[in-house]
Every structure is written in structure tokens, then in C-alpha cells.
């Protein structure tokens, strides 16, 4: 099978779907790799390491996914891009369908893709192993991030993540507690901070007690506790998600207001739509906005900034599933692995995804196997 691997173009995106290691995987099964010139650099794999590993190296965006019957990246392709689609290829990415504009989705829907969405592979007991690993990072990376952001110079309140001797700590809530908020608790308290973590699941809450070692605060995501959190927390993170589907908005502008001025708010759900109603994507340089006096950070692809290491871990949990899927036909690699078919948005075109498909008031078709 022909396998291609874009250079991602979105702004300040350094990661790439695979190492060289990993393609060399690949290539020992037989595989013909084709890696877009330049797609390792950010994440410190020159082109001469992907030659090594045995992958074709291409020179245009165009040529990879002309060639590829499989094509596996970090982010989604955009719609401008929806012309480079092939009809019967497949596109494994972090697509994030739930949160496109309908006219977009019609669009790809036309260009007869199998897309996957990376971060709705999900597992019998209903965990995403490629969205948890870039969750883990992305959870580590806010509280340094984020610590950065309470001080003067970035247009904090001065004040330091994990406090001094006689100066309290700053309050750090985490709205969701599945494995992105869990890292981040975990690296905040870790920092000295106080932590409170909030989430609708009972459950989810005893088990974050459990993973932080009574380190943070928990407490039910009701309206009156997100508001009381808010009234006292100096950085808030938004690290709410469910699979497959937009994220769900906890934070109303109005709510916003109950937050002291300059704290931070860091809303990592963005990528699948956000959970503050004042969230818009950003970007470093300028990766910080004001509303009503409250910095926001809305980057969503934020393990980019550890390039490397994101690379790893997305070839770790990746690699799996493409050795399966490159074994043979697409079908058949969906009969075989259950959290592959839960990650299909798109098959050939027809939406099999009945969230998806209530969403953009679309026609359901089960993949073939699936009850209606």
C-alpha cells in the first residue's frame, strides 16, 4: 500500500504523523512510504532520516496525496484543501468534524473519503489512546504555559503559579476531569498550586482524588459551582471533551464576569469547538486575547510546542492501527479493529457516525456490520 505523510501547513504546527523509526515499520512490511519534503523538520527528523528509514521523499503536497491510498497526518485537512482529496482514499487525522461549518462538512463528504478522526479512536472501555497521549502533554504544557501567563510581563496579575514562603499559591481550576485535566492537576500541584478540579461524573471526580493523591479540591461541574470557581480561580482551564462530538459550553460571557480581572482562562477544548462562549482559535506569536478584562489562550494544537516528544507519542499510538490497516483492504481493517470503526466520521463519503450525522441533519449509514 502507498502510504503518504503531509507536511502540516497550519501555523506553527511542528509536529509530523510519524517518525522515521516508525515509517521504517511500515516500509519492513512492505509499504511504500511517501513523506512530503520538510514534514519532520519542526520535530527534529530531516529529510535524510526518512530516506534512511526507507520512505520516498516528495516534493509536492499534491504528489503525496495523489499517490497515497492511505494518508496520515497531524491536523485536518482544510477546506481549501478538500480538492486534494482522492475518492476511495483514507485520511487519518485529527479531523475534529463536529465543530466544521455544515457547508464544509457537505463538502468533504463529496470528495468519497474514509475519514478517521484521530481523536475519536476510541477502545471498548471507552478511552481514545491516540487523544490521551497529545491530552497528557497538552495537560503538562498548560501549567507551564499557563504559569507564564499570570505574571506582569505576559498581562497577568503577578501573581506565581506555586506561591513562596508566606505568599499563598494561585488557585488553578480545571474544568473536566479526563486525562487532560487530570495531567494538568497533577503538574499544578506538582508546582504548588491549589487545585480544584470540577466534572459532570461523579465517578470521573473520585477517580481524579484517587490519581492526585487528595492533592485537589474536586467538585461537581453544576452551574452554581463553575460560578463559585470562578469567582476565585486565577487560571482556569477548559479541558472538556466528548468523543466524537463539539464540546460541550460550560462558560457564558456573562459567567466570565464573575472572574477577578487579568486572571487567565486557557480553553484546550477549542479544537473541538470550545467550552467558554468567548473562545476563538489563537496562535503563538500572538497566542492571547482580552474579553471584559480576562486573558484568554485558545491554542489547539499546543503539544506542538514539544514537537518532539508529541511526535513520539502520536507514533506509539498510532503505529498500531496503521500496521492493521495497511494489512490488506480498508474494510477489512475496520472489521477488525473495533476502535478504528468508533473513530470513523466518514466512509467513502457517507457519514457513519449518527452523532455526526443528528448534528448536520445528515443521512446516517452505518458501516457495514453496524445495526441501524
Request: with cysteine; aromatic share 6%.
Amino acid at each position: 500500500m502507498d502510504i503518504g505523510i503531509p507536511k502540516e501547513i497550519r501555523a506553527r504546527e511542528h509536529r509530523v504523523a510519524l517518525t522515521p523509526s516508525g515509517v521504517k515499520s511500515l516500509v519492513q512490511q512492505g509499504h511504500r512510504v511517501w513523506v512530503e519534503t520538510g514534514a519532520g523538520s519542526g520535530a527534529g527528523h530531516p529529510d535524510a532520516d526518512y530516506q534512511s528509514a526507507g520512505a520516498t521523499i516528495a516534493f509536492s503536497r499534491m504528489e503525496v496525496f495523489t499517490r497515497a491510498a492511505l494518508v496520515v497526518g497531524v491536523q485536518a485537512v482544510g477546506p481549501r484543501e478538500y480538492d486534494v482529496l482522492q475518492p476511495g482514499q483514507m485520511v487519518v487525522c485529527f479531523w475534529g468534524l463536529p465543530a466544521v461549518r455544515p457547508e464544509d462538512f457537505r463538502t468533504l463528504q463529496a470528495r468519497e473519503v474514509t475519514a478517521v478522526g484521530s481523536e475519536a479512536i476510541e477502545d471498548a472501555q471507552g478511552r481514545a489512546p491516540v487523544l490521551t497521549c497529545m491530552s497528557e502533554i497538552a495537560g503538562s504544557l498548560a501549567v507551564t504555559v499557563g504559569g507564564g501567563l499570570l505574571l506582569n510581563e505576559f498581562g497577568g496579575k503577578g501573581i506565581l503559579l506555586g506561591g513562596a514562603p508566606g505568599v499563598p499559591p494561585a488557585h488553578f481550576v480545571v474544568l473536566g476531569a479526563g486525562v487532560l485535566g487530570r495531567a494538568a492537576a497533577r503538574a499544578a500541584g506538582g508546582a504548588g498550586a491549589q487545585v480544584t478540579v470540577l466534572d459532570r461524573s461523579v465517578d470521573r471526580l473520585r477517580e481524579a482524588a484517587l490519581d492526585l493523591r487528595s492533592h485537589a479540591t474536586t467538585m461537581l461541574a453544576t452551574r452554581p459551582n463553575i460560578e463559585k470557581a470562578l469567582g476565585f480561580g486565577d487560571l482556569v482551564l477548559g479541558a472538556v471533551a466528548v468523543h466524537g462530538e463539539r464540546a460541550p459550553l460550560l462558560v457564558t460571557r456573562e459567567m466570565l464576569r464573575l472572574m477577578k480581572p487579568r486572571s487567565v482562562v486557557m480553553d484546550l477544548s477549542i479544537d473541538m469547538g470550545g467550552c467558554f462562549e468567548t473562545s476563538r482559535p489563537t496562535s503563538f506569536p500572538t497566542a492571547t486575547y482580552e474579553v471584559d478584562g480576562i486573558i484568554h489562550f485558545c491554542v489547539p494544537n499546543l503539544p506542538s510546542v514539544a514537537a518532539r516528544s508529541a511526535t513520539q507519542a502520536l507514533t506509539n499510538a498510532l503505529l498500531p492501527y496503521l500496521a492493521e490497516v495497511t494489512d490488506g483492504s480498508v474494510e477489512s481493517a475496520l472489521e477488525r479493529l473495533p476502535d478504528l470503526r468508533r473513530g470513523t466520521y466518514l466512509f467513502r463519503g457517507r457519514c457513519v457516525k449518527e452523532s455526526l450525522a443528528r448534528a448536520f441533519g445528515v443521512r446516517f449509514e452505518p458501516l457495514p456490520g453496524d445495526a441501524a
